[in-house]
């Protein structure tokens, strides 16, 4: 294997060492966060920065770039404290790469890249039509990191909806039924094929198949 250090990846060009190393943690989330400002105008961005916190209460987290790079999300959640989450599916994968073009903050990306807001349970911000898994959030925190400038900004789930086909008898969700893609670095996207599922891994037993 080729061995770089720290000190080899510092020096390399920008964008060089941009796709290296937002490659390097791996495939991620790839979902279209909606928002809305408080006079009612939507915005559309892709974010892959996307995590899992915790189960109960239902909470996602996600990194939000400073300000200067992408201001529209950001700005929205804290006037609102509402947005979507949504995730993308190869028909749609060049739109939603599009929403990451730096529109001007009265555009909406819904109308920029042609898909279509979907408003539902009196909620104030639309999911995504087009999206097979999409889950509404409301804002906990936003904590800055201020080794970068950047934001891990954490919500609450309020609600959910997802394709049938994907949602096990146990509450898993088989996202390679919704056709949920998965991005690498920033201009990646992929399709997945399920491979396997284990149970529950115990120290006195063997991993098991199920
Ligand atoms: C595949 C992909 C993933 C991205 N992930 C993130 C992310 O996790 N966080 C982020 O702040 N920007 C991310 N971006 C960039 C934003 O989409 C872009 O800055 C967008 O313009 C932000 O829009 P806003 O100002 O409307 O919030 C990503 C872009 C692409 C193409």
Redesign the pocket.
């Known amino acids: 294997m080729k061995h770089f250090s720290i000190e080899e990846i510092t020096g390399w060009d920008r964008f060089y060492r941009a796709n290296f190393v937002n490659s390097l943690s791996g495939f991620k989330p790839?979902s279209l966060i909606a928002s809305r400002n408080e006079a009612g105008q939507t915005?559309l961005?892709?974010?892959?920065?996307?995590v899992h916190i915790g189960a109960d209460p239902a909470m996602v987290g996600?990194?939000?770039?400073p300000r200067e790079?992408?201001?529209?999300?950001?700005a929205n959640i804290e006037a609102t404290g509402k947005y979507t989450i949504n995730h993308v599916r190869a028909e749609f994968a060049a739109q939603a790469?599009q929403?990451?073009?730096?529109?001007p903050e009265g555009a909406s990306?819904f109308e920029e890249v042609g898909l279509t807001p979907d408003y539902k349970l009196g909620f104030e911000v639309p999911f995504v039509k087009e999206s097979h898994v999409q889950y509404a959030m409301e804002l906990f925190e936003i904590i800055s990191l201020k080794m970068n400038n950047?934001f891990l900004v954490v919500g609450k789930l309020q609600h959910a909806f997802v394709e049938k086909a994907a949602l096990k008898e146990d509450g898993f969700l088989e996202l390679s039924s919704a056709g949920s893609m998965v991005?690498l670095g920033?201009?990646a996207y992929y399709e997945t094929i399920p491979h396997s599922r284990f149970a529950y891994a115990k120290p006195d037993q063997p991993t098991r198949s199920i």
């Open positions: 790839v915005n961005a892709i974010f892959s920065n996307i996600f990194i939000n770039r790079a992408a201001p529209h999300t950001i790469h929403t990451s073009a730096k529109y990306e950047t991005s920033l201009d």
